[in-house]
């Protein structure tokens, strides 16, 4: 069975920095594409950054050249990890974050699109303070 745990989140000041950790269980020998989403309330779920089963990443416009998303996955294992390095954070990145998978390829124009995932955590909260 596919789970997937977000913690890190929190509260900080503008201008700071925090990183989030998913970690994913279940996925067998497989690669499959990751992604991090927020969603506030009243409004759609936003693509913040995505991993496709070759490593390439994209981010969402907003946080491009301030959010980092990367992957630790162990060899033939059903475990692996993924982050999100957020820097220079404003107070519109806050948000309930969320971590998402799919265990297959997913184009550029699907990667940061929620509907393709099948799998979700529970989100951890981000609070970004003026």
């Known amino acids: 069975q596919v789970q997937l745990v977000e913690s890190g989140g929190g509260s900080v000041q503008a201008g700071g920095s925090l990183r989030l950790t998913c970690k994913v269980s279940g996925y067998t020998n497989t690669r499959g594409s990751m992604a991090w989403f927020r969603q506030v309330p009243g409004k759609a779920r936003e693509g913040v950054a995505g991993l496709d089963s070759e490593g390439i990443a994209k981010y969402g416009p907003s946080m491009k050249g301030r959010f980092t998303i990367s992957q630790d996955s162990a060899k033939d294992s059903d475990k692996n990890t993924l982050y999100l390095q957020m820097n220079s954070l404003k107070p519109e990145d806050t948000a309930m974050y969320y971590c998402?998978?799919?265990?297959?390829?997913?184009?550029?124009?699907?990667?940061?699109?929620?509907?393709?995932?099948?799998?979700w955590g529970q989100g951890t909260q981000v609070t970004v303070g003026s």
């Open positions: 998402a998978a799919v265990p297959r390829y997913l184009s550029s124009y699907l990667l940061l699109q929620s509907l393709p995932y099948t799998n």
